[in-house]
Nanobody
Framework: QVQLVESGGGSVQAGGSLRLSCAVS????????LAWFRQAPGKEREAVAA????????NYANSVQNRFAISRDNANHTVYLQMNSLKPEDTAMYYC???????????????WGRGTQVTVSS
C-alpha cells in the first residue's frame, strides 16, 4: 500500500514562490512514477508535472513550463514541486500522485494524496 501526504501549500502574492513536498510511504515508492496535479474550483483536475522513478524523465504541462520544477529524493521518499513566478491562475488544490507509469495522464495513477491548497493573490 502506498500513502502520499502533501505539505507546503499556502497563500502568496503573484510573482512569489512556494515549494510543495509530498512524502511517499510504501516499499515500492522508489519504483513508482510520481506526479503533481491540481484542481481549481469548478474545473477538471489537470496534470502539472510528472517524474520517472529514476528522476531522469520529466514532463511539464505547458502552463507551468519554465516556472515550475519537479524533483524527487528517493532516499527520503519525497517528491517536490518548486513553483516560481506564481500567477493567480495557479490557485488550486495541488495533489500528489503515484503509479506504475510515468505520465501526465490522470488515469496512469492509482495512488493519490489529499491535497494542499495554493492560493495566489493579484
Amino acid at each position: 500500500q502506498v500513502q502520499l501526504v502533501e505539505s507546503g501549500g499556502g497563500s502568496v502574492q503573484a510573482g512569489g514562490s512556494l515549494r510543495l513536498s509530498c512524502a511517499v510511504s510504501g516499499s515500492t515508492a522508489a519504483s513508482l512514477g510520481l506526479a503533481w496535479f491540481r484542481q481549481a474550483p469548478g474545473k477538471e483536475r489537470e496534470a502539472v508535472a510528472a517524474i520517472s522513478p529514476s528522476g531522469r524523465g520529466i514532463n511539464y504541462a505547458n502552463s507551468v513550463q519554465n516556472r515550475f520544477a519537479i524533483s524527487r529524493d528517493n532516499a527520503n521518499h519525497t517528491v517536490y514541486l518548486q513553483m516560481n513566478s506564481l500567477k493567480p491562475e495557479d490557485t488550486a488544490m495541488y495533489y500528489c500522485a503515484a503509479g506504475p507509469a510515468f505520465s501526465l495522464y490522470r488515469e496512469a495513477y492509482n495512488y493519490w494524496g489529499r491535497g494542499t491548497q495554493v492560493t495566489v493573490s493579484s
